[in-house]
């Protein structure tokens, strides 16, 4: 009977090994999508600073126009004077606030526009880095992807060998112990065995397995069941010991059949 488990433990690694590879096969598309986020995180980073960078050379732009107006328009205002077309005192000097008001403007729109160029430059380093950030996320995913999608071939090859093993093994099966195993593997979520630990536990249900079900368990000689969650049991403990009974000396069985016959 122990050889019997002993095959039942070894199709059910083979099984869950199946599961697992299938599992994997199935989250390959979404690892993919997983990998492909921080790529995703970069270039969302990269769009959003060439976006700002935009809008300030355009108002970079719009504010060098505006200085052009206003330069222009300081450049006539100074012209009135060497053209005498000021006549009297009272617009002389009303002429000169419009003049000082002028070069205050033009003052505040250069001021604004070395402002922007600052941002702008700072901006164009940021970008740069967020550019190279975008490169090496492109090398990693594409790295990552490949070795998924490559990943694929091997877990196939796999998948293939461990199934042709395990027909070798159904067959080395008694019939009613794998329709048995079948049935739980079942409705047990692929998993028709649990071992007991050394004190005594269900490895599948974490209960308390009934102690003399866990001194059948360790002798292995007979297939039992948890009484909780029904599957079928083997030990996972410290291997059992079987000490050796010592060998009766001669004297001593000697002595005890003369004693007996004595009596």
Same mark, same amino acid.
């Given at each position: 009977?122990?050889?019997?488990?002993?095959?039942?433990?070894?199709?059910?690694?083979?099984?869950?090994?199946?599961?697992?590879?299938?599992?994997?096969?199935?989250?390959?598309?979404?690892?993919?999508?997983?990998?492909?986020?921080?790529?995703?995180?970069?270039?969302?980073?990269?769009?959003?600073?060439?976006?700002?960078?935009?809008?300030?050379?355009?108002?970079?732009?719009?504010?060098?126009?505006?200085?052009?107006?206003?330069?222009?328009?300081?450049?006539?205002?100074?012209?009135?004077?060497?053209?005498?077309?000021?006549?009297?005192?009272?617009?002389?000097?009303?002429?000169?606030?419009?003049?000082?008001?002028?070069?205050?403007?033009? =003052?505040? +729109? &250069?001021?604004? *526009? %070395?402002?922007?160029?600052?941002?702008?430059?700072?901006?164009? $380093?940021?970008? !740069?880095? #967020?550019?190279?950030?975008?490169?090496?996320?492109?090398?990693?995913?594409?790295?990552?992807?490949?070795?998924?999608?490559?990943?694929?071939?091997?877990?196939?090859?796999?998948?293939?060998?461990?199934?042709?093993?395990?027909?070798?093994?159904? =067959?080395? +099966? &008694?019939?009613? *112990? %794998?329709?048995?195993?079948?049935?739980?593997?079942?409705?047990? $979520?692929?998993? !028709?065995? #649990?071992?007991?630990?050394?004190?005594?536990?269900?490895?599948?249900?974490?209960?308390?397995?009934?102690?003399?079900?866990?001194?059948?368990?360790?002798?292995?000689?007979?297939?039992?069941?948890?009484?909780?969650?029904?599957?079928?049991?083997?030990?996972?403990? &410290?291997?059992?010991?079987?000490?050796?009974?010592?060998?009766?000396?001669?004297?001593?069985?000697?002595?005890?059949? #003369?004693?007996?016959?004595?009596?």
């Amino acid at each position: 009977m122990k050889e019997h488990l002993e095959r039942l433990i070894a199709l059910q690694e083979a099984d869950l090994r199946l599961e697992d590879i299938a599992e994997r096969k199935r989250r390959i598309p979404e690892m993919v999508e997983a990998a492909r986020q921080p790529l995703l995180t970069a270039q969302a980073t990269r769009d959003s600073l060439k976006q700002e960078f935009d809008k300030l050379a355009k108002d970079r732009k719009s504010c060098e126009q505006d200085l052009a107006e206003q330069e222009q328009a300081l450049s006539k205002l100074q012209d009135r004077t060497t053209k005498g077309e000021i006549k009297t005192n009272r617009e002389y000097q009303a002429h000169l606030v419009e003049i000082e008001l002028a070069k205050k403007k033009k =003052g505040e +729109i &250069e001021e604004k *526009l %070395l402002i922007l160029m600052d941002q702008m430059d700072t901006k164009r $380093k940021e970008l !740069a880095q #967020a550019e190279t950030a975008v490169k090496d996320a492109e090398k990693r995913f594409t790295s990552e992807k490949d070795s998924l999608e490559g990943s694929v071939g091997a877990l196939d090859e796999e998948m293939a060998a461990l199934k042709q093993k395990r027909e070798t093994m159904v =067959g080395a +099966i &008694e019939p009613s *112990l %794998l329709r048995t195993y079948e049935k739980l593997r079942r409705t047990k $979520k692929g998993q !028709a065995m #649990a071992g007991v630990n050394k004190d005594g536990t269900c490895i599948a249900c974490r209960l308390h397995v009934e102690p003399q079900v866990v001194a059948e368990v360790k002798r292995g000689i007979s297939i039992l069941t948890c009484s909780n969650c029904q599957r079928i049991l083997y030990w996972t403990g &410290e291997p059992v010991q079987i000490v050796p009974q010592p060998e009766r000396k001669t004297e001593a069985v000697g002595v005890e059949e #003369a004693a007996e016959t004595t009596e």
